[in-house]
């Protein structure tokens, strides 16, 4: 596409190119003074460019759309380093941001949301190629925390060391999280991994791999306040969730099932974990809320050692555990082989115990 020039800005005593691609205008920024002045002028359908630097931290950007971030070389990341949140983007439909490094924030690395409108979600989040780390270290504190959004990707992100969940999703609905990379760092409280609650629902997790990412590395489902649910009247904390061909090692557990209502879990790799393989639990019984139900679990392998996993599903009350189905997974116990079949709520279908 031919580029035209529009116009030069000054900004932070250094001039920047500002370039329209069709009808996009494109800011190219190469410190942090230059960021925070091009952010006061920013207008819809603006790409950010960012050169090789260290830009800290605490950057908000709220009612803008179709706003691209992005390295203005994808080899050399900006860093964000520090304050409460590195960016925090509110009601910013057809965002993209991507090849970004963010570290050592206090609360959250990235925190996208809907401005506080249960009944209006932001649509066409992209977040690609992201580097998230160091974060909280203690507390509810994620590295990467959506709110109200849909039509979301968040592709290719490495996340080590957080306080809470690495990603975690309120509300979100038709939403993709492919080839990720969440690993747990030594005191960091880490809840969760990946956290799916609030009402999310149509999300599909794939080919990610989690390394000790916290006691749940899955969190399918969870603990959510009534006053944030999004849409307000859901009745499940997540509903037709799709969990496949993903890596999962060590943790207390591979997934909790959470209160959700429908998931698929299949063709994942579970080793080593620690206590339990699944969990089924109720956290959320508030009047109309199904219990945890409609899962399916099927085409896994999983390998543990029986002298850590004595029971295989931790199941807690007000679950519904015989609506959920088994079938063609290989359960391996590794230490003591003769001991592999799991011990589960409703029979197995074409399971296979043992190397």
């Not at 003074?33 to 830009?55: C, F, G």
């Not at 963010?102 to 959250?108: F, R």
């Not at 090692?249 to 994942?268: I, K, L, T």
Request: aromatic share 6%; net charge positive.
């Amino acid at each position: 596409m031919k580029r035209h020039v529009l116009r030069w800005l000054m900004i932070g005593g250094m001039f920047s190119c500002a370039c329209a691609h069709g009808e996009r205008t494109e800011v190219i920024v190469r410190n942090a003074a230059e960021l925070r002045d091009a952010l006061k002028l920013l207008r819809d359908d603006t790409t950010l460019k960012l050169a090789a630097a260290e830009y800290g931290g605490g950057y908000a950007v709220a009612n803008r759309r179709g706003l691209h971030i992005a390295a203005l070389d994808p080899a050399q990341k900006p860093t964000f380093t520090g304050g409460n949140q590195a960016w925090h983007f509110s009601r910013c439909p057809g965002l993209q941001v991507a090849h970004l490094k963010i570290s050592g924030q206090k609360h959250n690395g990235l925190n996208i949301d809907d401005g506080g409108d249960r009944n209006q979600r932001v649509k066409g989040i992209v977040l690609r190629d992201l580097e998230v780390s160091d974060i909280g270290p203690v507390g509810n504190f994620d590295g990467i925390k959506c709110s109200g959004l849909e039509d979301l990707l968040i592709e290719d992100c490495r996340i080590h060391g957080w306080g809470g969940q690495g990603i975690d999703f309120v509300g979100c609905h038709r939403a993709q999280i492919r080839r990720c990379h969440l690993q747990g760092k030594a005191g960091f409280s880490a809840t969760a991994g990946i956290q799916l609650k609030g009402g999310t629902a149509d999300v599909v997790v794939e080919t990610c791999s989690f390394q000790n990412a916290s006691a749940r590395p899955l969190n399918i489902g969870g603990s959510t306040g009534l006053e944030f649910f999004r849409p307000p009247d859901a009745q499940a904390e997540a509903m037709r969730i799709i969990v496949r061909q993903n890596r999962i090692e060590g943790s207390e557990c591979a997934a909790a099932f959470v209160g959700v209502d429908g998931c698929e879990f299949s063709h994942n790799q579970i080793l080593q974990p620690q206590k339990w393989i699944f969990r089924i639990l109720q956290e959320t019984r508030a009047p109309g809320f199904v219990p945890c139900r409609r899962v399916t679990i099927h085409h896994n392998k999983i390998e543990f050692q029986r002298a850590k996993v004595r029971t295989e599903l931790n199941i807690g009350d007000a679950t519904a555990a015989d609506t959920f189905v088994f079938h063609d997974n290989h359960w391996t116990a590794s230490d003591k082989p003769q001991e592999s079949r799991p011990q589960l709520p409703v029979k197995e279908t074409d399971g296979r115990y043992g190397p």
